[in-house]
């Protein structure tokens, strides 16, 4: 079983910064890409970001150019650096890891992000 732990969350004026860590351990055998989900009140959960074993990056339309995610592959730790933070972006973020042979159904418990206007 693989177990990723997050931290980071809380609650930022619009315009500031946060950033999210998240930490794998458990029975990981090689990490196809870690990456940052979030979800909303009434809306489905979507992809913010993610990073693959060779460093390469996606991020979602609404996040770009603001957020950044990275990662310290010997730590199996993934961060997100949230810049410009905008109300919209208020959501409880979920991190996730695609493991090789455990899968992609990987998920953290969540940390809420709040950004008030």
């Known amino acids: 079983q693989v177990q990723l732990v997050e931290s980071g969350g809380g609650l930022v004026q619009a315009g500031g910064s946060l950033r999210l860590s998240c930490t794998a351990s458990?029975?990981?055998?090689?990490?196809?890409?870690m990456g940052w989900y979030r979800q909303a009140p009434g809306k489905q959960r979507e992809l913010v970001a993610t990073i693959n074993r060779n460093g390469v990056t996606d991020y979602a339309e609404s996040v770009k150019g603001r957020f950044t995610i990275s990662r310290h592959s010997a730590m199996n730790t993934v961060y997100l650096q949230m810049n410009s933070l905008k109300p919209e972006d208020t959501a409880v973020y979920y991190c996730?890891?695609?493991?090789?042979?455990?899968?992609?159904?990987?998920w953290g418990q969540g940390t809420q992000v709040t950004v008030s206007s």
């Open positions: 458990g029975s990981i055998f090689r990490i196809n890409a």
């Open positions: 996730n890891l695609d493991d090789l042979v455990r899968g992609r159904n990987n």
